[in-house]
């Protein structure tokens, strides 16, 4: 029962040895709302990773699941949203945030407009067993015959695995195409150990020369020692203009102190700075624009200082959404040597497209 907490993941730099594990099995890493499912018959509840309530956001997944899923069962997977595209089907975090809206009229013609998939990885029980203790070999093998009846159509999937390396290797840079952001590796012998992270997870490393256009402060700042909580970003897109692309933060105390005192000098009005058009908006738009409110932002200051475009810093990244940084961005020096206006979107690696359909494929 309710509430549960799910078996986490710690990161690693590339595709694992299995051999050096204790044989290891490796899956897409999906990029959703990871997502617990308690089925009693009709009785469906979907909590959220830190076991948020889920159910009331996706009637159309819950229908699914009392039609498609065995009558009792617990499962551990992910709710997504795929959209077709020029080169396929690929999944879309953003859309599947917009599923999250307190209004019940919004969430049934979102179930509607946008519809959600969820794909099942793991078995946390079946009927009256727990498999909690169980291997992960164990678990596996119940779970792709309680799910034998899942055609590949949706809207519940069983996530693939392998025991290859090299096949994991392929799937992480293939399928990043889709959406995915890596892959995940779990030891065979080991049991499901909730809240701890004995999965192993390969994301996407990659940098980019960014401009600093403006910092926040942090929650901790005061008058009297004001404090640098993160820096936002930008890049030129092809028309000259400078587009808010993602955040840079996870700093040090004392090096938020010190980013204040170096910052200071660049501080600009708002009006003479490149994001000065975008001051009228009071409301979430669909630019993403630097300090607007949205439904996930509510109660948070999202004011920043406004910084002359001067700077250019090297970030980390994982992946693209849309035109920002899926993630928070990770700082890793300045570049005195850059010039701010040659820092675009042409830098940034595209993968290749690929198909979300053919990784949800049973064939």
Known sequence: MPPLLP????????VPDPAK?????????????????????????LTSRNTKPLTRYFPEVVEAMRQQLPDRVVLDGEL????EGPQGWRLEFETLQERIHPAASRITRLAEETPAGFVAFDLLALGEESYLDRPLTERRAALTEALARLDGRGPCFLTRTTEDPEVAERWFHEFEGAGLDGVVAKPLGASYQPNKRTMLKIKHERTADVVLAGYREHKTSTPEAPLVGSLLLGLYDASGDLQHIGVSASFTAKRRAELWEELQPLVVDIADHPWGRWNEFLTANPDRVPGTQSRWSQGKDLSFTPLRPERVLEVKYDHMEGHRFRHTAHFKRWRPDRDPESCGYAQLEEPAGY??????STD
Do not use: N, Q, Y
């Open 80 to 83: 997504f949203v795929g959209l």
């Open 7 to 14: 078996m986490l993941a710690k990161s690693v730099s590339g």
């Open 355 to 360: 198909d979300l359909t053919r990784i949800l």
């Open 21 to 45: 594990h204790g044989g290891l099995s490796f899956e897409p890493k999906w990029d959703g709302f990871r997502c617990l499912v308690f089925k009693d018959g009709d009785e469906v509840e």
